[in-house]
């Protein structure tokens, strides 16, 4: 369940949003004059949607890996990004 609570409301709130994001399994939406600003997940929603980002990049590693053209070694990656 996702719920919308503005920043001030959550402040006054705040140790029974943990525990219903925590324990209940539920979402928060905070928003500042209306605006969406920031979300309140629990950690397993939080590690599924690190598990997806996480697999996207993998997905995209292969399709590039795939690609017609020039190799290019880790290392000159690394320098030309500045890693």
Known sequence: M????STA??????ANIINRVAYGK???VLTRRGEPLAAIVSIDDL????????Q????????ARNE?????SWEKLRQELEL
């Open 9 to 14: 409301d959550a402040r006054k709130k705040f």
């Open 47 to 54: 590690k599924l949607l690190q598990e997806i980002e996480e």
């Open 2 to 5: 996702l719920n919308i609570i």
């Open 26 to 28: 539920e979402s928060f």
């Open 56 to 63: 996207m990049d993998i997905d995209d590693a292969w399709k």
């Open 68 to 72: 017609p053209g020039e190799s290019i």
